[in-house]
């Protein structure tokens, strides 16, 4: 028999410990083809307003993934090749060599990956039409793709697949020469735990775990202030600190648990907590990678939805009317009777503001006085444009910036106020309160100068008081709101066409909402099919150590059988451990996105607390699916050792 046909029934022998691996690296294969296939969609591309930087997006999210697909294959292959440990042994104890052994492994490893190469590429052609069409609905566009197959996609998913066998067939070679037989024919072999950890050295890591992911934790609550040094602490405390968990902290618990019981754990927890405080110190390094990385993609897919979520709320923050012109009563006139021609309903408002210059003083800083720009805006005339506003006392002014919270912590710009706004008038100071910040706009951002509003006698004292100084002007805005969202798409069409320039800065709310939309359902895109990558990944890791684990205790399930018990009373003990297994990652890596979306959570001025929750409910339910898989498999397992 040669090398080839041996290789080629060795496979057929261990589909059934290959499939789930098999079909993961198909998926990922498959979304990187999608990805690389859309990243060259010209007719896509040319749908999506000119701003969104389509390319780059779909270019770093290929990037991402070939990582993501090299950890995995990685990972799996190892797992793999330490099941086999004792048949590569056998073959080099009945005289074959090391030369022979490593080819045969690197034959076997080619053909499976071409196979899931072909079915990768298949499939991901098959199915990118579908994934275009998602993407279209998150980005509201709508139009129909051609079906095409995207040769460069093709090329450069051989490219990776190239890659991972490269990699792969090094860890093999690797494996084959650095291991003596002794090493091969005991890689399954349990640790003793007879000896019970160093008392003290071990209680002083597990309590330091501790405090590191508890520091880390309360980093995120201002991480904003020093952002870069703060998010490299933060990260590199909750990292140790998870490993240090993994590593001493559940032994330590385990071991405390195994000594109060004085060594009568029972069937149930012999046949739960016994194999874990087996392999939780070996298990380490993957536990560890499993939870950040689990962290990682909920925070990831949890701010992608927060962004597109918010998208309308966060844009009407900024642009609170739908059109505004400063000053160009032509245009604007010009503009409503277009709107009156086509028939389209719509509310026309006039607010006549002040812009002035000032100092708005910080009490918490004297030294800090810089004169700025000030938009001094009647509260009575917003009013009647349907703004949802207090008009405030005569004297007092309130301060609206969309953007405050962008700017620092909302809490600590909070304890400047009240503080005082001071105005130079003709070699005089004079001075008003200002009361308090509102994060939102009262005007269009493209408005100039600081938004204060006023009552409107206030506005026209500083009028009076400022005329004739520098900078000082009167400025008109003519607002237009457009009820029916069909309608004000057509109205901005009309607007786009005719009064945008580049000469000035101009916004209107139907296209800045467009724009954000297709840049956050594009990001939410990339994040939703990264997150499944990272999900099917790390659930199939823990997948194939779990096999390897139920086919290292298929003599203790024989065993209990002599000792009558049955299929049932086992499978309480392995559920148990399963359970912890699974959601003991998941839960400390959900912890940990929480407190990451909240150290994020400045860069959202919406609530992230429902897209977050809906974001970790959909993980979490995929994620038991391949925890409902494995007690599957060890079911089979305990039914074959007890037949």
Same mark, same amino acid.
């Given at each position: ?155 450069? +998913? #051989?490219?990776?697949? *190239?890659?991972?066998?490269? $990699? /792969?067939? %090094?860890? @093999?070679?690797?494996?084959? =020469?650095? !291991? ?107 536990? +560890? #990678?499993?939870?950040? *990385?689990?962290?990682?993609? $909920? /925070?990831? %897919?949890? @701010?992608?939805?927060?962004? =597109?979520? !918010? ?107 009240? +503080? ?224």
């Amino acid at each position: 028999m040669t090398v080839f046909e041996l290789a080629l029934r060795s496979m057929r022998q261990n589909v059934k410990h290959y499939y789930l691996y098999f079909f993961a690296l198909i998926f990922s294969m498959s979304l990187y083809f999608v990805f690389t296939s859309l990243q060259h969609d010209q007719a896509v591309q040319n749908m999506t307003h000119p701003s969104v930087d389509f390319f780059a997006g779909f270019q770093i999210g290929g990037v991402i993934l070939i990582v993501i697909v090299g950890i995995f294959t990685i990972s799996a292959n190892g797992i793999f090749l330490r099941r086999r440990s004792r048949e590569i042994g056998l073959y080099q104890l009945i005289g074959l060599s090391k030369g022979w052994v490593a080819r045969y492994l690197m034959i076997e490893n080619i053909l499976l990956g071409l196979g899931a190469l072909l079915a990768a590429i298949i499939c991901g052609a098959l199915i990118s039409r579908l994934f275009v069409l998602f993407l279209l609905n998150l980005l509201g566009l709508e139009g129909i793709v051609d079906i095409s197959f995207s040769v460069p996609a093709a090329f450069k +998913t #051989l490219m990776v697949y *190239l890659l991972i066998i490269v $990699i /792969t067939s %090094i860890q @093999m070679m690797l494996k084959v =020469y650095r !291991s003596t037989l002794l090493n091969l024919f005991q890689a399954d072999k349990r640790p003793d735990l007879t000896k019970p950890p160093k008392a003290v050295a071990s209680a002083i890591f597990a309590l330091l775990g501790l405090v590191l992911i508890g520091y880390g934790y309360e980093l995120s609550g201002h991480i904003n202030k020093q952002l870069f040094l703060n998010a490299l602490l933060m990260l590199g405390s909750i990292v140790a600190g998870t490993y240090l968990l993994f590593r001493v902290t559940i032994r330590w618990c385990f071991y405390r648990f195994r000594k109060r019981k004085d060594g009568h754990l029972g069937l149930t927890n012999s046949l739960s907590m016994a194999p874990l405080m087996h392999h939780t110190k070996a298990n380490a390094n993957s536990l +560890t #990678l499993i939870t950040l *990385l689990s962290a990682m993609t $909920i /925070t990831m %897919i949890s @701010m992608a939805y927060s962004f =597109y979520y !918010s998208v309308e709320q966060e844009t009407r923050r900024d642009l609170p009317y739908d059109f505004m012109f400063e000053n160009e009563p032509q245009e604007a006139l010009s503009f409503k009777k277009e709107l009156e021609k086509e028939g389209i309903d719509v509310k026309h408002h006039v607010v006549e503001a002040v812009l002035t210059m000032g100092i708005i003083l910080d009490p918490n800083d004297e030294s800090r006085k810089f004169e700025e720009s000030l938009l001094w805006l009647p509260a009575e005339q917003l009013k009647q444009t349907g703004a949802d506003l207090n008009i405030p006392p005569d004297g007092e002014a309130i301060l609206y910036n969309a953007g405050a919270s962008l700017a620092g912590d909302l809490d600590e710009q909070s304890k400047r106020y009240p +503080t005082e706004i001071e105005l130079e008038q003709h070699g005089q100071t004079v001075m008003y309160t200002l009361r308090t910040l509102m994060e939102r706009n009262i005007m269009n951002l493209n408005a100039p100068g600081t938004q204060l509003l006023v009552s409107e006698a206030t506005m026209d004292k500083i009028a009076e008081q400022m005329a004739g100084t520098p900078d000082y002007k009167k400025i008109r805005f003519e607002t237009y709101q457009v009820p029916d969202k069909e309608e004000l798409a057509i109205a901005s069409s009309l607007y786009n066409a005719k009064y945008v320039s580049d000469e000035r800065l101009t916004y209107d709310f139907y296209t800045q909402y467009k724009v954000v939309l297709q840049t956050t359902g594009l990001l939410i895109f990339i994040a939703a099919f990264l997150g499944l990558v990272f999900l099917i990944s790390t659930g199939s890791i823990l997948y194939f150590k779990q096999m390897t684990e139920a086919e290292q205790e298929k003599q203790s399930f024989k065993t209990l059988r002599q000792l009558g018990f049955d299929v049932d009373m086992i499978m309480k003990g392995i559920i148990r451990k399963q359970a912890i297994v699974f959601l003991l990652p998941l839960s400390i890596g959900m912890l940990h996105s929480i407190f990451a979306i909240e150290a994020a959570s400045f860069m959202i001025r919406s609530d992230t607390t429902f897209p977050a929750s809906i974001a970790m409910a959909i993980y979490t339910v995929i994620y038991l699916v391949f925890a409902l898989f494995t007690i599957g498999y060890y079911r089979n397992i305990v039914k074959k050792a007890m037949s």
